[in-house]
């Protein structure tokens, strides 16, 4: 299986990492650690360095709770980073909802967007289907991050997630994206209960099996671990390993990660010794 994205043509034969660059003043782990160009682009070429095969560019904060940035000051934040991430030599994703960012960012030669609302807001689906190879991942969640987490009523969350992403790409495909442009993911932490996100893991393969794209997954430093460990978010990374680790044998393609390096070395060690 592959991923064509506008630069790249992505081989998933091998699990990937994409490693976390958020630009922003309010994420839930490293708000504000990044929020200048300059500390964001020294990120990016660390996590290049410790073997991320994506990077991927935020600007807005989704945790839950917290408010969308008008697109202007999402722009401001993210364009100048992917501007020199470009550089790097991997392929790059813009992680943002907003069709003003996405043209912007597409303009500048991005390969991917990561969009945790699917592609829904009016106009971001039409700079996708405009484009001729861009990439996207298509990612579960309801409502809105300052919402959402008032809607997590499902009768299957894996069938429910499913039905969500198998529809979704469906419409996407229609409006003229290829196929192996398409990436899924199920939306870890959004609109849902801890039970429900380690249902998606415990239960993954079933979603792999069905949706007939690549999945991508985002476990790193999220609340569910804290749960789990008694750890801050400071704290999680052998939690969030564990959890990418796990993913992949219950087949994601490709794993979301703040902590690049250490993600790396146990896919080694996993596909050494687990990988068929
Ligand atoms: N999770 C977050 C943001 N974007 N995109 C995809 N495809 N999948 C995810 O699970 C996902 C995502 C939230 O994590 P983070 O970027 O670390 O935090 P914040 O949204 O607070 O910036």
Known sequence: ???????????????????IVNVTPDSFSDGGRHAGAAAAL???????EEGADVLDIGGESTRPGSTTPAAAEEMARVLPVIEGALRLGVPVSVDTSEPAVMQAALALGIDIVNDVRALRRPGALACLAGHKAAGVCLMHMRGEPETMQAQTDYADVVADVGDFLDHRAAEVMAAGVAAERIVLD???????????NLALLRRQRELVARLGRPLL????????????TGRGVGDRLAASVAAALVAVQHGAAIVRVHD?????DALKVWQAACSD
């Open 1 to 19: 299986m592959h991923w064509q994205t506008t630069r790249f043509r992505i081989d998933l034969s091998r699990p990937r990492v994409m490693g």
């Open 42 to 48: 020294a990120h990016c070429e660390r996590l290049v």
């Open 186 to 196: 199920p939306g870890i932490g959004f609109a849902k209960q801890p039970g429900h």
């Open 217 to 228: 997954v985002g476990w790193s430093r999220k609340g569910t671990l804290g749960l789990l």
């Open 260 to 264: 690049v390096a250490a993600t790396v």
